[in-house]
């Protein structure tokens, strides 16, 4: 069956560190996979998207690796801060047509 | 600012209640998505509409049905609302099939059915 792992365990990291994520898949061979940054009580807010033929992606401290052999996402928060404690979520889409199935998310805790 | 707007923050029916649940969006969007989510689940779609008038099942469209009149309205119907159907309801919307952009998400609906 199709199946998006996430790390179910909250990640708790400093200030100033460099957070990573992980995001696994199987049985999919998604044409992009994108991640999304949740708070609590709201909806999930789009944050980066990376194509299968992409290696890497960046956005202001924010960075998406994408390996389809491994059939893998790491997505990294570089100087982290505390305002960037939430969930974070990778979602794949599995045929080109705008139909996201979603991990179920790691939760980020940064300790000033 | 483009946004989803969802029309209820907080829901509470009965068991057995048609419960409607709205959503509408400014961005002039084809593509429009009603997901579940439960704590240990995460997101499940349940239905989505790639045009007006045209609706697909998602993974978990069971007791559930949805309208799409006009182009930025996207409704949710839970013809006999039952407690399992106590969720967390997100609508989202994004333009174009196969495009590169994300999802935009309202601010979601809790729905609680006593």
């Known amino acids: 069956s199709q199946k998006i792992e996430q790390n179910s365990e909250a990640l708790n990291i400093q200030e100033g560190k460099t957070a990573t994520l992980t995001c696994n898949y199987t049985?999919?061979?998604?044409?992009?996979l994108q991640w999304y940054r949740q708070d609590p009580g709201r909806g999930p807010v789009f944050l980066l998207l990376?194509?299968?033929?992409?290696k890497e992606k960046r956005k202001e401290r924010l960075k998406v690796t994408f390996d389809t052999t491994l059939k893998q996402s790491l997505f990294h928060i570089t100087a982290s801060q505390p305002a960037d404690s939430a969930t974070y979520l990778c979602?794949?889409?599995?045929?080109?047509?705008?139909?996201?199935?979603f991990g179920q998310g790691t939760t980020l805790q940064v300790k000033p | 600012d483009v946004k989803v707007t969802q029309s209820s923050r907080y829901l509470v029916k009965r068991t057995g209640e048609k419960v409607f649940l709205e959503c509408v969006q400014d961005?002039?969007?084809?593509?429009m998505f009603w997901y579940r989510q439960d704590p240990g689940l995460g997101l499940r779609l349940i239905y989505f509409?790639?045009?007006?008038?045209?609706?697909e099942k998602g993974d978990i469209p069971e007791g559930y049905s949805v309208s799409r009149e006009k182009k930025e309205r996207f409704s949710l119907i839970l013809e006999s609302a039952s407690t399992n159907q106590t969720s967390m309801y997100l609508c989202?919307?994004?333009?174009?099939?196969?495009?590169?952009?994300?999802?935009?998400f309202g601010s979601g609906t809790r729905l609680t059915v006593v």
């Open positions: 979602a794949l889409d599995t045929s080109n047509t705008g139909k996201l199935i």
């Open positions: 049985n999919y061979s998604p044409a992009y």
């Open positions: 989202a919307s994004t333009g174009g099939q196969g495009t590169n952009y994300g999802y935009t």
């Open positions: 509409s790639y045009d007006v008038k045209m609706k």
């Open positions: 990376i194509r299968e033929n992409e």
């Open positions: 961005m002039d969007h084809e593509n």
